[in-house]
């Protein structure tokens, strides 16, 4: 805390002390345990009613539901083609049925109790409470902040636990709590990862990084992430090094990290040896990231692919719009980002208004035309986006992107202000948000099907890195604007069903 500068402010947030008498303040605790038993009891509430509606497997679930199965009866060897996922969910929850029927005494190995689709879709709690409590840890530790460039300002205890309930509730994310899919339990592993690794408990991050690229193979993306952020913050105390070195011998004042985009490349190539020397630093000291990466690799050379399965309906392809879709998603899911970026630009003087837009003219320019090339010739309808009315983004390409070819030229300065967005809602360096930008785009872009459980994860560390608009009020209108959001779409598909001709079971609706 020291080296950070921080006041007995910042300091007494982040230990959760009183300033007076430096007594525990522990209140945030209650209200953490509170909301923790609250969305709990909602998420088992919501589990109960879609088994009571939709008690057989659902859309996905009758390729995971039978796996897990034949995993809880210890049957490892037999693979469902159609499914494309590593077997990381059927093993992850086969054992946690297994200690939960030892713990409560149960010890039938018969899948139809055991291992039944309700139990099954009840696993989903412990990777939610798993998830909640990571990301709690994750803005809890003083490293985020200094990852995120915000270490000067740490929100108070409050403020922390109201983060973690709002981002548990991302509509898309909280939906899949109720349905038997990787979601869950990919994000669990993913954040609890990223806590490790935040943490210094490398060896530990590597194992659950581990099983996260088991639950879902882009999530290999993410630990290349994890070492793309440690070796952000180790180049920074180079620089930081380098100056007062320089300081030293010239007698000149300690140069700031670089504050732009251009002066970040200058400094990279400026000191090329030392650059690359604090990466394989980083990569030794990060082995155990490594190490599943090289695995990774090596697994993908063999299959001849990174998809297990049924690689005809996920071939990989260059799907640039993904990326767009995902910018909006980000703003969609988070308003207030944009809201304060505008407010702020309404109120800035007009000297400052008119250098930003000189500043930025050319740049947006430029995302323009590439938006459009995009746009032009890589857009991609797939099959499943155009047969498959029980998702919702069956409707949204069908009556906004399909009713005139004019629109999808029309959303690109939308496009364009979501990155510009998304930029700045990250007070970090430009290689962070470099890193955080280029690594969603690579977990995105190949992805040919458009599917909004895939910008959860991208869409979560983009989030936990967004610090700077979180307050007590913005955390509280953005909880109940993600509550109503989710109310719609369960009510929906309990209270909405609908038939296919010539199909006798009823179809729900679904993200």
């Known amino acids: 805390f020291k080296d950070a500068g921080l006041t007995i402010q910042d300091k007494t947030a982040m230990s959760g002390k009183s300033a007076v008498g430096n007594q525990p303040d522990r209140s945030h605790l209650m209200l953490l345990a509170e909301l923790l038993v609250f969305s709990i009891g ?18 996905d679930e009758i390729f995971h539901v039978p796996m897990a199965q034949k995993y809880c009866q210890g049957i490892y060897t037999e693979w469902d083609p159609k499914i494309t996922t590593p077997p990381g969910l059927y093993a992850m929850s086969a054992a946690v049925l297994r200690l939960a029927g030892k713990l409560t005494g149960f010890s039938s190995t018969d899948t139809n109790s055991l291992c039944s689709v309700f139990f099954l879709r009840l696993t989903n709690l412990v990777y939610f ?28 205890p409050r403020v922390r636990v109201l983060k973690s309930f709002s981002v548990s509730l991302l509509p898309v994310s909280f939906f899949f709590v109720s349905l038997f899919y990787t979601d869950q339990a990919s994000t669990a592993c993913l954040l609890a990862a990223y806590f490790m690794q935040l943490n210094e408990h490398r060896l530990l991050a590597g194992l659950l990084g581990c099983l996260a690229v088991a639950c879902r ?44 985009l251009w002066s970040e490349a200058s400094a990279i190539l400026g000191h090329p040896l030392q650059f690359f020397v604090t990466g ?15 695995a990774f690799a090596v697994l993908v050379r063999l299959n001849g692919g990174v998809a297990l399965g049924d690689r005809s309906a996920h071939e990989a392809r260059l799907h ?40 930025m003219a050319l740049p947006i320019v430029a995302l323009s035309a590439l938006a459009c090339l995009a746009v032009r010739y890589q857009t991609y309808e797939h099959p499943y ?69 895939y910008f959860i994860a991208p869409w979560l560390l983009w989030r936990l890195s967004a610090v700077r608009h979180d307050s007590r009020r913005w955390l509280l209108a953005e909880a109940a604007y993600f509550a109503a959001v989710n109310a719609a779409v369960y009510w929906l598909f309990l209270r909405r069903p609908f038939l296919w001709p010539g199909v006798p079971e009823e179809q729900r609706f679904v993200w």
């Open 385 to 453: 986006l155009l047969a498959d009315n029980r998702h919702l983004t069956f409707y949204i390409w069908q009556r906004v992107f399909q009713r005139h070819w004019l629109i999808r030229y029309l959303l690109i300065p939308a496009y364009t202000g979501s990155l510009i967005v998304y930029w700045q809602s990250v007070p970090r360096s430009c290689l962070f948000r470099l890193a955080l930008l280029g690594c969603s785009a690579l977990a995105l872009v190949p992805a040919s099907l458009i599917e909004p459980r």
């Open 129 to 156: 409470l798993i998830s909640f409590l990571s990301v709690y840890g994750i803005l809890s530790s003083p490293r985020h902040y200094d990852v995120t460039g915000d270490s000067g300002a740490l929100p108070e």
């Open 320 to 359: 640039s719009p993904q990326a767009l879709y995902f910018l909006g998603f980000c703003v969609a899911m988070h308003p207030a980002a944009a809201a304060r970026l505008v407010w702020a630009a309404a109120r800035a003087p007009s000297a400052i208004k008119a250098r930003w837009i000189r500043g």
């Open 42 to 59: 909602l998420s088992g509430c919501l589990i109960m009613q879609v088994d009571r509606v939709q008690p057989s497997p659902y859309m």
């Open 217 to 260: 193979q882009t999530n290999a993306v993410w630990l290349l992430f994890f070492l793309g952020m440690e070796l952000d913050r180790a180049w920074e105390n180079r620089l930081r090094g380098l100056a007062k070195r320089r300081e030293e011998d010239e007698g000149s004042e300690a140069a700031a990290p670089p504050p732009s």
């Open 280 to 294: 394989c630093r980083v990569a030794f000291q990060s082995w155990p990231l490594v190490a599943v990466l090289v």
